[in-house]
């Protein structure tokens, strides 16, 4: 199975922005279609965004349409998550993974998940 790594996260306040990154396998980049999770505290692990690489198409959770950005570079291997006007909300572990659309919800394609990043926003 392919190892995805993920690194940027930190602690901005309210309005802040941060860029999210993803890098792993060429094995994992393979896979049409890539996404963005997140897990708060004490919460069920959540979809955020995903990419479809061969459409160029992206799709987001309704919570960050407008703030956040996914992006990629299949060459490279990597996959971003721009976020801008962050909230407290916002707050969580955050995770890639090769993800798939069963009906109209993405999910994560791959039960192998990498140690995530982690985002705190403060009020």
């Known amino acids: 199975q392919a190892q995805l790594v993920e690194s940027g996260g930190g602690v901005v306040q309210g309005g802040g922005s941060l860029r999210l990154s993803c890098t792993g396998s060429g094995r994992a980049f393979s896979h049409y279609a890539m996404g963005w999770f997140r897990q708060a505290p004490g919460k069920e692990r959540e979809f955020v965004a995903a990419i479809r690489w061969s459409r160029a198409e992206t799709h987001y959770h309704e919570s960050v349409t407008g703030r956040f950005t996914i992006s990629g570079d299949i060459a490279k291997n990597t996959m971003y998550l721009q976020m801008t006007n962050l909230k407290p909300e916002d707050t969580a572990v955050y995770y890639c993974?090769?993800?798939?659309?069963?009906?109209?919800?993405?999910?994560?394609?791959?039960?192998?998940w990498g140690e995530g990043t982690q985002v705190t926003v403060s009020s």
């Open positions: 993974n090769q993800v798939d659309l069963y009906g109209r919800k993405w999910l994560p394609d791959s039960d192998r």
